[in-house]
């Protein structure tokens, strides 16, 4: 048997294990565990840099804290993996975010450490408000901590939970985990007030200073130098700036911690579990701590697919995806078109935009971790005569709803959603999928939502959304990549789909990628001599109605396959249809992803899964048209 790299680390089973070493194998235990996690990602993928950031807070906190009983909320959860190393959960590695596999956020299900299931941002400080005053009311007796970035503390949600729980009574740890990094680098006034305090790091020393002078003083004349030292502390607070926001709030502020020093930090926390109310410890880490490769480019390994650990090289070339020629394209339509303004909520590289934000830096706004205020800003914009495209991944659109719904359908203001990694996302799992968004955006009035089924196809439909059309209108693409053109160009017309293959026993209605899929599955079905008449929705709102009913009154078998949730997707839309224009005898069946929260795993394997692969769909379909074939188990030899 090979011989393990982590001699230190190997013996760590759970927490407990750590109380007993001393700091220098503390220190070495840090080490082993980068390598390990450097080791591990470079082979499954997932988030490398955040966690490397971690290393010591994480070693920190299990040493002074029982995850068993305490709670400790990781905000997005992306950095848990040390969490999951010191729980128990190391040996399961090789399978982190691989279908049944560990998860790559934490959950409830998964272990008694994961206190509170995470994934999008800004969560941690209101549910970590909630197990302290849960907590409190039934008299039990744990620490609550929540754990949070500085680019999740820039989502709206992290400032109404500290504005509540700074007046809160109840004893509750938060945890500001500093390295001046979003995904890309971090921005707005709250992070440059945070640079400010990084600057300025002396206050917490004199603060301390004066803490322990007060404790050496005669009991006699304590009381009245703390009313006097309160009180010129007080204004020194303002002089020295450091986390007088926070105190403002009604916290206790604690730090600027070197967040990779194990003593200071199990000292902070320490001293934050014993004081009564809300304390806020503000710690600086390195994002990416360690790795050569991700300290020089932290946000390059944010989120990695598998990679060289000696150049940091990924391994596969993924080739041109769906944000890739977005991005370009928008940058080419911005040419012309001078009031084009793009958006992002902290994704400016996710999402493709990198490039027109070099390019047109006066039109390119970068709002923070903000969906919300990012969809009413751009209604701002809209209103002032321009023509905004926010560029955001579905499942993180579904925090915006109202705002898409209030501030600019209500208005029926000239809005473009770019919504990237609609349909299913693979590894990052349940809280990612983009599998909700046409059920979520299609029953907003004055909604347009239109899907291109290839590359040349989205060309056209960006022009379309972006020069041609007025009103709220939502472009939803994969992850990852698709075909550069499926048949030919047909131009994009307002409600219009498309009849990609005639046919008379069954109408296939598809959107998106799908479509593709859907063009295999014709071909397959015609070697069981089943035509199927194909039909490229292309706008998912609104339909085009007459040629769905056209074609099903013709077929009388309808099919509708969506990357979507099948409760409200494509299929409702059709079916709704049917039953408002009262056409009956025809048989409908939806294929979508079912009334579930999708689990992680490669999306080839979901689809596998829940039935939309070429093979399980054309199966489905031959049974829907009366084709029974005989041994179904071995249908893909068959059709081969
Ligand atoms: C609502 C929402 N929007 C966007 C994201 C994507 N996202 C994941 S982590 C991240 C950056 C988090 O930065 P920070 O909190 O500072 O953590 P770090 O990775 O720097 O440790 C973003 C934008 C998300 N998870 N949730």
Redesign the pocket.
Known sequence: MEKSKWKLLDKINKPYDLKSLPIEDLNKLSKEIRSFLIDKVSKTGG?L??NL??VELTIAMHSVLDTAKDRVIW??G??SYVHKILTGRKDKFETLRKYEGLSGFPKTKESIHDAFNT????TSISAALGLAKARDLKKEDHSVLAV??????T?GMAFEALNDAGRSPNNLIVIL?D?E???DR?VGGMSSYLSKIRTEPFYYKVKEDIEIILEKLPPSIRGSATKAIGAFKGGLKYLILAGVLFEELGFKYLGPIDGHDILQLKDVINRAKSVKGPVFIHILTQ?GKGYYPAELRPHMF?GVSPFEIDSGESISNGGETYSDVFGKELVSIASENIGVAAIT???PSGTGLSKFSQKYPERFFDVG?A?QHAVTFAAGLSMGGLTPVFAV?SS?LQ?AYDQVSHDVAVQGLHVVFAIDRAGVVGEDGETHQGIYDISFMRHIPNMTIIAPADYTEFRDMMHFAINDFKGPVAIRYPRGNGSQMLYDRIPVEYGKGVLVTEGNDVTIISEGPMVEVALKVCRLLKKYGISAELINSRFIKPLDEDMIIKSATKTRRVITLEDNSVIGGLGSGVAECFAKEDIINIKLKMLGLPDKFVEHGSRNQIFEKYGLTVEKITLETLQFCGVTIEGNENFLEMVI
Request: glycine fraction near 14%; charged fraction near 15%.
């Open positions: 988030h840099a955040s950031g971690v905000d997005v992306h950095q994934g999008h941002s800004s949070i970035g500085d680019g999740a503390l989502g985990n390295n990094m979003s995904i971090n994002k944010h909520a902290a994704m971790i969906e991944y993180f925090r």
